[in-house]
């Protein structure tokens, strides 16, 4: 299957209470997620991400529009479509019952989903390793603390394999250590080992530009853009700059090949280089490949580049960011 | 303490109160005709059993109709004052707002005291229709005086006294999400030895020692001589005879006892719940971990 | 008036273990008289805080980090009475708090615990709002009028009549916020300012705290995950651990004892172990963080080291070696989460 997760033209309205008001919270989301990707979703508050999860997990119906998990549609084959995917959400109590300790929570969770017991047995085993449970393990639900509920949560995703996992803010509320130890699991061992494909939500540049192969900007319901990381960077106007200060003045020839890159403007002085560019990254690996050949060390260097956060303003925003 | 300003919080409190009560209308007005249809069954017992039982109820005023209605009138009132307390902190607890609630620079205790004034006036509203329905389907009784307001109000500070030490075993004793030892034991004997259904006549020389246990007993007898019988009757109670003897009523012998009842168990549930909030202060299970 | 507003000197506290007889036991639920006998038996005790002693001083906005479960919510619960420790002194503005917490609760005010923050879901959000006016012992007039304004200022006016259960998640952090500013108190305690906010409304917060606390003239004990959030708002730094504080100070200070030296950042295409066993090995190598992508391997490495020019240049040359791809090539100065990675974090990420 070349898609796992298929959405067609998604639209959910909520009708507020009181007032009797229609909210349209999607407006019409269409995106196909590959086998293995790691997908990820970013947005502002209220822009519909969680609604968005909610209705690809099967628990919410969208009012027009068809998605596909795993190749089952939704609504026709929703028993089948819901025991290919698992939603966790991130940093939050939901996902635990109160009066029974962690172990058997996950135990719970993992024989609902229909997995044998010694091979669960073994997958806790493992994911206590792995997050450090062992301290928690016999502990209530109820008095753990932030950090211990948001780790068995998300010990969670080690024991159920199913096809498609659905994170909402995996990271939320973990201290950056930690944080970057689930970003490692993901993807070293759930998107690598287990070739599971993510889809997840996250408001962190950062860990988006470090996790995703692909991310979708969702903005007041609507899917404003969807690419890789590298491509949405090139949709605001700034330019990337790398400036390399070199021991000794380059030669006439380095300069002419430097001049031949893909670069928007060029500053030399002296033994100090300064490149504007669109593809930093296709600039960097030529651009000190040619340095190493001539045999010239770096004296200094600086790199400047787009954050996806500057993405984010400005397609929330919709500052241009001046060119220099 | 700046008693304006904290009552004003008490009308937040009734407010959000009324809110939840009021929020599934439909609910809201099945209660009220469970209300009726409850008083109709009494009336259609009382109506077929009364004249069989009248002759134990003489101290009482003979009519069984009027006996159960006072007598579950009391009780309604009285169960909201056994419960009221406990249920406000589990409410905040379960809703996790305990810990906010807490942190704000206002006494628990009378925040507990505050929250429980809600359900109060709830079953009071309940307790109203319940009584102009009964009036309706024919009871009678002797015009309210201050004694059996007194009387009343006695038996109620008793119980939410009781009430309060209910409160405290959510702390002290971690007895939460289910019923606590006071209200359990309370209960029981309150419906089987305190005279609700039937006069306490009925029921062996031993028993009525255990009926002294709650104040129920003592509010039920009190407020069915006063308003149905005499005030001055023979003694229904072990402890009666000694004020009899002594040429008092037993209507007095109730008051008494009521008022050393809540005498002792107020100053005692105050202590126990703010030593159960210290409890919970210290092993941090005020609330759910964060 | 001291300098301090608090004052937290050699706190102790640690929680019981409670023994467990099948679900629900820890909470009395059923088996009440088994639970009594039985549950009243501890199990031993786990030390949250072990001897924590700091200073904040007034209109400082000072931050306190950590991992998880090292003891930060306890220890903001014990300044916020909400906890009473075992062995030591807390001052709140000159009151102490653990004889004195009505007192003491008087002069601050904890935002963003709970929940819902600690909001009731049958009450309008404007409602919840004046209750906790009320309960800071404004009057009604007053009461009304402030929420109105704090529900203005986290742009939640249009909300005001919901209930809280309708609110986004992002809406919700907003509302605890609200609940922070809404009385006048000369201590805020606020956990996790921006936890779940995307990062324009969080910078709209923290740019609020900045300027409106600082010109109101609030201390701001804050806790948060966000180590550029911490660099960016506080004063201060405590960095706490384990139940025992392990750094204290300005970023900078932070940065200049933990960090000597700076950052060289490279992201690389085919970066295999041998390549990378061979970087670890560079001396004058501090810490290295290595964070790996799906899919040809890219790895983005943050090297923190005490000769920044020799170390790029001997990684380039290792990684030329080994026939890696070079995406991006900086050199930079430390941030604060460098400086938490490197105290808490494990050797060579």
Same mark, same amino acid.
């Given at each position: 299957m070349r898609y796992m997760v298929i959405v067609n033209n998604l639209v959910k309205r909520f009708k507020k209470e009181k007032s009797k008001e229609i909210v349209e919270a999607l407006k019409g989301i269409s995106f196909k997620v590959r086998k293995g990707e790691i997908f990820a979703i970013m947005g502002p508050n209220g822009a519909g991400k969680t609604t968005l999860l909610k209705i690809l997990s099967c628990v919410i119906r969208p009012d027009e529009g068809e998605a596909w998990i795993n190749g089952y549609h939704i609504i026709k084959e929703r028993s089948k479509a819901?025991?290919?995917?698992?939603?966790?959400?991130?940093?939050?109590?939901?996902?635990?019952?109160?009066?029974?300790? $962690?172990?058997? *929570?996950?135990?719970?969770?993992?024989?609902?989903?229909? %997995?044998? +017991? @010694?091979?669960?047995?073994?997958?806790?085993?493992?994911?206590?390793?792995?997050l450090d449970l062992k301290n928690i393990l016999n502990k209530e639900a109820i008095f753990l603390s932030t950090g211990e509920m948001h780790k068995a949560i998300l010990a969670k995703m080690l024991l159920i394999k199913t096809p498609v996992l659905l994170l909402d803010e995996p990271t939320r509320s973990l201290?950056? $250590?930690?944080? *970057?130890?689930?970003?490692?699991?993901?993807?070293?061992? %759930?998107? +690598? @080992?287990y070739k599971i494909t993510i889809l997840m939500t996250s408001h962190q540049a950062v860990e988006v530009e470090t996790l995703a192969d692909r991310v979708a900007f969702l903005n007041k319901g609507k899917i404003i853009a969807c690419d890789t990381p590298s491509n949405l960077k090139k949709k605001i106007r700034k330019l990337e700059k790398i400036s390399i200060k070199l021991n000794r003045v380059p030669s006439e020839k380095l300069i002419s090949k430097i001049k031949k890159l893909d670069i928007e403007k060029l500053n030399l002085n002296d033994e100090l280089i300064e490149i504007y560019t669109r593809e930093l990254e296709y600039i960097t690996p030529n651009l000190i490949e040619l340095i190493k050949k001539e045999d010239l060390k770096i004296v200094s260097l600086s790199s400047e580049r787009i954050s996806l956060e500057d993405v984010f303003k400005f397609l929330v925003e919709g500052e241009c960011y001046e060119s220099i | 303490m700046n008693l304006f300003k904290d009552l004003r919080i008490v009308y937040y409190f009734i407010k959000r109160y009324f809110r939840v009560w009021t929020y599934f209308k439909v609910n809201f007005v099945l209660e009220l005709i469970q209300v009726v249809i409850d008083l109709a069954t009494m009336a259609i017992i009382a109506s077929a059993a009364g004249k069989y039982i009248s002759y134990m109820l003489k101290a009482y005023g003979g009519d069984y109709f009027a006996f159960i209605v006072l007598g579950l009138v009391c009780n309604q009132l009285l169960s909201v004052a056994l419960t009221a307390p406990r249920s406000a902190i589990e409410d905040a607890f379960w809703g996790r707002r305990i810990e906010i609630l807490f942190s704000s620079p206002v006494n628990p205790t009378f925040l507990v005291a505050a929250f429980s004034i809600g359900p109060i006036v709830r079953e009071s509203v309940k307790t109203l229709i319940y009584l102009l329905t009964a009036i309706l389907l024919g009871l009678s009784t002797k015009p309210l005086n201050i004694l059996s307001t007194v009387v009343f109000f006695?038996?109620?500070?008793?119980?939410?006294?009781?009430?309060?030490?209910?409160?405290?075993?959510?702390?002290?004793?971690?007895?939460?999400?289910?019923?606590?030892?006071?209200?359990?034991?309370?209960?029981?004997?309150?419906?089987?030895?305190?005279?609700?259904?039937?006069?306490?006549?009925?029921?062996?020389?031993?028993?009525?020692?255990?009926?002294?246990?709650?104040?129920?007993?003592?509010?039920?007898?009190?407020?069915r001589r006063i308003l149905l019988g005499s005030v001055s009757g023979e003694s229904s109670l072990p402890i009666h005879s000694v004020f009899v003897a002594l040429g008092f009523s037993p209507v007095l012998a109730d008051l008494v006892l009521l008022a050393i009842y809540a005498g002792v168990v107020l100053p005692l549930s105050y202590y126990l719940i703010r030593k159960g909030f210290e409890k919970a202060l210290r092993d941090g299970r005020l609330s759910w971990w964060s | 008036?001291?300098?301090?507003?608090?004052?937290?000197?050699?706190?102790?506290?640690?929680y019981p273990k409670y023994k467990r007889f099948g679900p629900g036991t820890c909470l009395g639920q059923a088996h009440w008289i088994l639970a009594t006998i039985f549950r009243m038996r501890k199990e031993g005790v786990v030390e949250a805080l072990k001897g924590v002693s700091f200073r904040v001083k007034r209109k400082e906005i000072f931050a306190i980090v950590g991992p998880n479960g090292a003891g930060k919510t306890t220890l903001v619960k014990c300044i916020g009475a909400l906890l009473l420790p075992d062995k030591g002194y807390i001052e709140v503005d000159g009151v102490n708090v653990v004889e004195e917490p009505l007192k003491a609760k008087k002069r601050m005010n904890l935002v963003g615990s709970g929940y819902w923050g600690g909001f009731d879901w049958s009450l309008s959000l404007e409602e919840n709002l004046q209750l906790f006016a009320l309960l800071y012992g404004y009057d009604f007039k007053e009461a009304k009028r402030r929420a109105k304004e704090v529900l203005d200022i986290v742009g939640l006016s249009h909300k005001a009549k919901d209930n809280p259960t309708k609110l986004s998640s992002g809406e919700r952090q907003r509302l605890a916020l609200a609940k922070g500013f809404i009385a006048d108190v000369p201590l805020y305690l606020i956990d996790e300012p921006t936890v779940g906010l995307d990062p324009v409304f969080a910078k709209q917060i923290r740019d609020y705290i900045k300027t409106e606390m600082k010109k109101r003239g609030i201390t701001v004990i804050f806790t948060t995950h966000f180590m550029h959030e911490a660099e960016y708002l506080a004063d201060r730094i405590a960095i706490i651990k384990d139940g025992k504080i392990i750094a204290l100070g300005t970023a900078d200070e932070l940065k200049a004892k933990f960090t000597r030296g700076k950052v060289v950042e490279i992201k690389a295409y085919n970066v295999y172990e041998d390549a990378l066993n061979k970087i670890k090995s560079i001396e004058d190598i501090i810490h290295i963080d290595v964070f790996h992508r799906s899919y040809g391997a890219e790895t983005l490495l943050r090297i923190l080291t005490r000769n920044p020019l020799e170390t790029l240049n001997n990684v380039l040359d290792i990684l030329l070696m080994y026939s890696s791809t070079i995406l991006y090539a900086n050199i930079s100065e430390p941030t604060l989460e460098d400086v938490y990675r490197a105290i808490v974090g494990e050797e060579y990420g």
């Amino acid at each position: 299957m070349r898609y796992m997760v298929i959405v067609n033209n998604l639209v959910k309205r909520f009708k507020k209470e009181k007032s009797k008001e229609i909210v349209e919270a999607l407006k019409g989301i269409s995106f196909k997620v590959r086998k293995g990707e790691i997908f990820a979703i970013m947005g502002p508050n209220g822009a519909g991400k969680t609604t968005l999860l909610k209705i690809l997990s099967c628990v919410i119906r969208p009012d027009e529009g068809e998605a596909w998990i795993n190749g089952y549609h939704i609504i026709k084959e929703r028993s089948k479509a819901k025991a290919s995917c698992n939603l966790i959400i991130g940093g939050s109590w939901l996902g635990l019952h109160y009066a029974y300790t $962690v172990k058997e *929570n996950l135990m719970f969770f993992g024989r609902l989903y229909g %997995i044998p +017991k @010694e091979v669960l047995l073994k997958r806790i085993e493992f994911a206590t390793e792995l997050l450090d449970l062992k301290n928690i393990l016999n502990k209530e639900a109820i008095f753990l603390s932030t950090g211990e509920m948001h780790k068995a949560i998300l010990a969670k995703m080690l024991l159920i394999k199913t096809p498609v996992l659905l994170l909402d803010e995996p990271t939320r509320s973990l201290d950056p $250590v930690l944080a *970057n130890k689930v970003r490692a699991i993901l993807t070293n061992i %759930i998107s +690598k @080992e287990y070739k599971i494909t993510i889809l997840m939500t996250s408001h962190q540049a950062v860990e988006v530009e470090t996790l995703a192969d692909r991310v979708a900007f969702l903005n007041k319901g609507k899917i404003i853009a969807c690419d890789t990381p590298s491509n949405l960077k090139k949709k605001i106007r700034k330019l990337e700059k790398i400036s390399i200060k070199l021991n000794r003045v380059p030669s006439e020839k380095l300069i002419s090949k430097i001049k031949k890159l893909d670069i928007e403007k060029l500053n030399l002085n002296d033994e100090l280089i300064e490149i504007y560019t669109r593809e930093l990254e296709y600039i960097t690996p030529n651009l000190i490949e040619l340095i190493k050949k001539e045999d010239l060390k770096i004296v200094s260097l600086s790199s400047e580049r787009i954050s996806l956060e500057d993405v984010f303003k400005f397609l929330v925003e919709g500052e241009c960011y001046e060119s220099i | 303490m700046n008693l304006f300003k904290d009552l004003r919080i008490v009308y937040y409190f009734i407010k959000r109160y009324f809110r939840v009560w009021t929020y599934f209308k439909v609910n809201f007005v099945l209660e009220l005709i469970q209300v009726v249809i409850d008083l109709a069954t009494m009336a259609i017992i009382a109506s077929a059993a009364g004249k069989y039982i009248s002759y134990m109820l003489k101290a009482y005023g003979g009519d069984y109709f009027a006996f159960i209605v006072l007598g579950l009138v009391c009780n309604q009132l009285l169960s909201v004052a056994l419960t009221a307390p406990r249920s406000a902190i589990e409410d905040a607890f379960w809703g996790r707002r305990i810990e906010i609630l807490f942190s704000s620079p206002v006494n628990p205790t009378f925040l507990v005291a505050a929250f429980s004034i809600g359900p109060i006036v709830r079953e009071s509203v309940k307790t109203l229709i319940y009584l102009l329905t009964a009036i309706l389907l024919g009871l009678s009784t002797k015009p309210l005086n201050i004694l059996s307001t007194v009387v009343f109000f006695t038996g109620f500070l008793a119980c939410m006294g009781i009430g309060l030490i209910s409160a405290s075993t959510l702390y002290l004793l971690e007895a939460k999400g289910g019923s606590d030892p006071v209200n359990w034991i309370v209960s029981i004997v309150a419906r089987l030895l305190s005279g609700l259904y039937y006069p306490l006549n009925i029921l062996p020389e031993w028993c009525r020692w255990l009926s002294l246990i709650v104040p129920h007993t003592y509010v039920f007898d009190a407020e069915r001589r006063i308003l149905l019988g005499s005030v001055s009757g023979e003694s229904s109670l072990p402890i009666h005879s000694v004020f009899v003897a002594l040429g008092f009523s037993p209507v007095l012998a109730d008051l008494v006892l009521l008022a050393i009842y809540a005498g002792v168990v107020l100053p005692l549930s105050y202590y126990l719940i703010r030593k159960g909030f210290e409890k919970a202060l210290r092993d941090g299970r005020l609330s759910w971990w964060s | 008036m001291s300098k301090d507003i608090v004052i937290v000197n050699n706190v102790y506290k640690s929680y019981p273990k409670y023994k467990r007889f099948g679900p629900g036991t820890c909470l009395g639920q059923a088996h009440w008289i088994l639970a009594t006998i039985f549950r009243m038996r501890k199990e031993g005790v786990v030390e949250a805080l072990k001897g924590v002693s700091f200073r904040v001083k007034r209109k400082e906005i000072f931050a306190i980090v950590g991992p998880n479960g090292a003891g930060k919510t306890t220890l903001v619960k014990c300044i916020g009475a909400l906890l009473l420790p075992d062995k030591g002194y807390i001052e709140v503005d000159g009151v102490n708090v653990v004889e004195e917490p009505l007192k003491a609760k008087k002069r601050m005010n904890l935002v963003g615990s709970g929940y819902w923050g600690g909001f009731d879901w049958s009450l309008s959000l404007e409602e919840n709002l004046q209750l906790f006016a009320l309960l800071y012992g404004y009057d009604f007039k007053e009461a009304k009028r402030r929420a109105k304004e704090v529900l203005d200022i986290v742009g939640l006016s249009h909300k005001a009549k919901d209930n809280p259960t309708k609110l986004s998640s992002g809406e919700r952090q907003r509302l605890a916020l609200a609940k922070g500013f809404i009385a006048d108190v000369p201590l805020y305690l606020i956990d996790e300012p921006t936890v779940g906010l995307d990062p324009v409304f969080a910078k709209q917060i923290r740019d609020y705290i900045k300027t409106e606390m600082k010109k109101r003239g609030i201390t701001v004990i804050f806790t948060t995950h966000f180590m550029h959030e911490a660099e960016y708002l506080a004063d201060r730094i405590a960095i706490i651990k384990d139940g025992k504080i392990i750094a204290l100070g300005t970023a900078d200070e932070l940065k200049a004892k933990f960090t000597r030296g700076k950052v060289v950042e490279i992201k690389a295409y085919n970066v295999y172990e041998d390549a990378l066993n061979k970087i670890k090995s560079i001396e004058d190598i501090i810490h290295i963080d290595v964070f790996h992508r799906s899919y040809g391997a890219e790895t983005l490495l943050r090297i923190l080291t005490r000769n920044p020019l020799e170390t790029l240049n001997n990684v380039l040359d290792i990684l030329l070696m080994y026939s890696s791809t070079i995406l991006y090539a900086n050199i930079s100065e430390p941030t604060l989460e460098d400086v938490y990675r490197a105290i808490v974090g494990e050797e060579y990420g």
